[in-house]
T-cell receptor, first 115, second 111 residues
Framework: KAGVTQTPRYLIKTRGQQVTLSCSPI?????VSWYQQTPGQGLQFLFE?????QRNKGNFPGRFSGRQFSNSRSEMNVSTLELGDSALYLC??????WGSGNEQFFGPGTRLTVL | TQLLEQSPQFLSIQEGENLTVYCNSS?????LQWYRQEPGEGPVLLVT?????EVKKLKRLTFQFGDARKDSSLHITAAQPGDTGLYLC???????????FGSGTKLNVKP
């Protein structure tokens, strides 16, 4: 079974630009979560999508948005990039999302650098 | 204030030594997971614990879940350089529909 894939793996943008990251979950998984990882803040939850609906949201500004398609693939968009958005963006898929004992499987991440 | 506290933050030990990493919260976990992450890669799930008092073993790694489900530990016996990485605990809490991650323990095992 193929794992979670994320594209692109690396991205360099300049301040003010916008970026779209893509995540393909494990086949059969309907939940996709996005996380931002930085050395200072660690892993922080952005949002979770389940069956094309955003089900949970972390404490990030509205510049961060996402969506999920009918095949469970998900995209995350960041508009008006700031230097502080430089981070490793991780997506994780699970079969049914939040629930006791539910397991998340992470992709390799997209390393975003904002200059 | 972190909902989930992980300690120690850094650990540098010699090959063959034992170590323990802790994950604590003032709230009750509905489930807790331990991950290991290598630089530039996503976290890889090691174990999920759900039942208070549960102990799970994965080769030289032993995971314990506290009876009250507010704490967990990861113990590595006879650490090897291949164990080097960032160890993260992540928990779900009752009434909180999201996963919270600890800040991680950066482990370096020197040969």
């Amino acid at each position: 079974k193929a794992g979670v894939t994320q594209t692109p793996r690396y991205l360099i943008k300049t301040r003010g630009q916008q970026v779209t990251l893509s995540c393909s979950p494990i086949s059969g998984h309907r939940s996709v979560s996005w996380y931002q990882q930085t050395p200072g803040q660690g892993l922080q939850f952005l949002f979770e999508y389940f069956s094309e609906t955003q089900r949970n949201k972390g404490n990030f500004p509205g510049r961060f948005s996402g969506r999920q398609f009918s095949n469970s693939r998900s995209e995350m968009n960041v508009s008006t990039l700031e230097l502080g958005d430089s981070a490793l963006y991780l997506c994780a898929s699970s079969f049914s999302g939040w629930g006791s004992g539910n397991e998340q499987f992470f992709g390799p991440g997209t390393r975003l650098t904002v200059l | 204030t972190q909902l989930l506290e992980q300690s120690p933050q850094f650990l540098s030990i010699q090959e063959g030594e034992n170590l323990t990493v802790y994950c604590n919260s003032s709230s009750v976990f509905s489930s807790l997971q331990w991950y290991r992450q290598e630089p530039g890669e996503g976290p890889v799930l090691l174990v999920t614990v759900v039942t208070g008092g549960e102990v799970k073993k994965l080769k030289r790694l032993t995971f314990q879940f506290g009876d009250a489900r507010k704490d967990s530990s990861l113990h590595i016996t006879a650490a090897q350089p291949g164990d080097t990485g960032l160890y993260l605990c992540a928990g779900e809490f009752y009434n909180f529909n999201k996963f919270y991650f600890g800040s991680g323990t950066k482990l370096n095992v020197k040969p």
